[in-house]
C-alpha cells in the first residue's frame, strides 16, 4: 500500500524516543505535519524533528506534561493557531513501573495511572471539539497486551491499559462514524523503556519464547499506526490491533 497522509497533522505524545519516535518518523515519511511533544527531553525531539526534516517532512517541538490540564490546553491551542486543525491525534506517552503490587505507594499508582490514562482523557477531551466541528479526524491511543493479560508486579501499568482499551471503545461509540478511534497493544518491543540490554537472560529467554521467536522493534508499531490514521483503516472503528509476534491470541 502506498500510503499518503499529505495535508494532516499529528500530534503525537510521548515522541522523543521509542515507539512515540518512531510513529511520527514514519507519519513524516508518509507526508503528514507532526507535532513532537515530549517532557524535559529537548535533545531527543530535536534529533526527531531533524530526522523528519531530512526525509522531506515538517516537524515543530511542543514541550507539555500531558498530565497537566492547562498544558495540554495550551499544547493544542498551539497547535491550532500554527497549522488550523489537528486531523490526527497519537496518545503515545507513558510510563511503566515494575513492582511487587503490596510494596506499591498510592504515590505510585497515581503517577502511573495519570501518566498511562489521564493523559489520554485530557488529550481527546482537548483535541476532539475541533475534530467535531469539522466532522473529521482520527485518534490511536497505545495500550499494551498487558491490558488483557496482567502481569505480577505491573498493577498500575496493566491497569492503566486496559483502561485505554476499554476507553478507545467507549469514545469510539461515541464518536463514530466521523471521527475513528482506535487502538495498539503492542507486545514487548525494544525501546528505552523495555530495553533488551537492560533485561536478564532469563527475561529475554521468556519474552522471546513467543511464535515469532523475538520481541518487536519500534518501527513495525509505527506502521500500524500509519496504517490506522490512513484512509485504509477507514471500517475500523473502536478497535485494539496486536502487534505483539502471537505472544497474546484473543
Excluded at 517532557?39 to 531533524?50: G, Y
Excluded at 478511534?181 to 513467543?210: C, F, R, Y
Aim: hydrophobic share 45%; with cysteine.
Amino acid at each position: 500500500m502506498n500510503i499518503s497522509l499529505q495535508g494532516k497533522t499529528v500530534l503525537v505524545t510521548g515522541a522523543a524516543s521509542g515507539i512515540g519516535r518512531a510513529i511520527a518518523v514514519e507519519m513524516g515519511r508518509a507526508g503528514a505535519t507532526l507535532v513532537i511533544n515530549h517532557l524535559n527531553r529537548p535533545q531527543q525531539a530535536l534529533a526527531v524533528a531533524a530526522e523528519i526534516t531530512a526525509i522531506g517532512g515538517t516537524a515543530i517541538i511542543v514541550e507539555a506534561d500531558v498530565t497537566q490540564i492547562v498544558q495540554v490546553n495550551r499544547m493544542v491551542e498551539q497547535c491550532l493557531v500554527q497549522f488550523g486543525s489537528i486531523d490526527i491525534l497519537v496518545n503515545n506517552a507513558g510510563v511503566i513501573l515494575e513492582k511487587p503490587f503490596l510494596d506499591t505507594s498510592e504515590a505510585e499508582w497515581d503517577h502511573v495511572l495519570n501518566s498511562d490514562l489521564k493523559s489520554v482523557f485530557l488529550c481527546c477531551r482537548a483535541v476532539l471539539p475541533q475534530m467535531v466541528e469539522r466532522d473529521a479526524g482520527c485518534i490511536i491511543n497505545i495500550a499494551s497486551e498487558l491490558g488483557y493479560l496482567g502481569r505480577a508486579g505491573y498493577a498500575p501499568y496493566t491497569a492503566a491499559k486496559a483502561g485505554v482499551i476499554t476507553l478507545t471503545r467507549s469514545l469510539a461509540r461515541e464518536f463514530a462514524p466521523h471521527i475513528r478511534v482506535n487502538a495498539i497493544a503492542p507486545g514487548p518491543v525494544n525501546t528505552d523503556m523495555l530495553s533488551l540490554e537492560k533485561m536478564s537472560q532469563e527475561w529475554v529467554e521468556k519474552e522471546t519464547a513467543i511464535p515469532m521467536g523475538r520481541v518487536g522493534q519500534p518501527a513495525e508499531i509505527a506502521h500500524t499506526a500509519v496504517f490506522l490514521a490512513s484512509d485504509y483503516a477507514s471500517f475500523y472503528c473502536g478497535q485494539t490491533l496486536g502487534p505483539n509476534g502471537g505472544a497474546f491470541m484473543a
